[in-house]
């Protein structure tokens, strides 16, 4: 399958920083996106009290709504921007405080404890700083995600979750030939090869 002229295209973390201060965030959705309304038993399992993993999670609407069902999110963003737009937004007290195992990275967590956001590359995350998680919702991660670091990604994401966990994927399907990306095309036949 051909992913075109996208397999050697790179964006820079400056990149994504720039597209939060210039408000160029059309991958940000305001509603609740409606294939996690639609498939949210298949991600909750039957359960309560989840920990769910938003990876570049931006100020995704649907953190607060996971957490207000009762369950813990964690989400990873490279914008302080985002993060703080997020707890504003929603009018969510938080604190925040240095990740000692990563230079430089933040914790933003709501004062209820329920949400906590780190800001730095997902790539610096690991389970011995973040833990495990029961499920992931993967809006707009893989296909953000430089196509050569697919693979560091997905071993990232596999090495994040419990083994019953439930993991939501949201792709794109269109010609890579005529859109350079983001967001990148991930045909399903690469999607099998790097999940299993």
């Known amino acids: 399958s051909d992913i075109g ?18 408000g160029n965030i059309g991958f940000h959705k305001e ?28 100020k995704a609407v649907e953190m607060k709504w996971l957490a207000d069902m009762g369950h813990n999110v964690v989400g990873v963003e490279v914008s302080e ?14 604190c925040e405080e240095p990740v000692p195992e990563i230079p430089g990275a933040k914790m933003f967590q709501s004062t209820s404890g329920n949400i906590s956001l780190y800001c730095c590359s997902i790539y610096d995350l690991s389970s011995s700083i973040v833990g495990k998680f ?3 919702w993967d809006r707009g991660a893989l296909v953000a995600v430089n196509p050569r670091d697919r693979q560091r990604y997905a071993s990232l994401m596999i090495n994040l979750v419990e083994k019953n966990s439930s993991y939501l994927l949201v792709t794109v399907l269109y010609d890579p030939n005529k859109h350079k990306g983001p967001p990148f095309y991930v045909p399903e036949s690469e999607i099998k090869s790097l999940f299993g």
């Open 5 to 22: 002229s996208q397999k050697e295209r790179v964006v820079t973390e400056e990149e994504w920083l720039q597209k939060w201060e210039m």
């Open 31 to 58: 509603q609740g996106h409606p294939l996690l309304q639609k498939y949210l038993d298949v991600l909750l399992n039957g359960k309560s009290g989840l920990r769910i993993f938003f990876p570049l999670c931006g």
């Open 81 to 94: 921007q985002a993060v703080k737009e997020f707890f504003s937004e929603h009018s969510l007290p938080y």
């Open 134 to 136: 029961d499920g992931v």
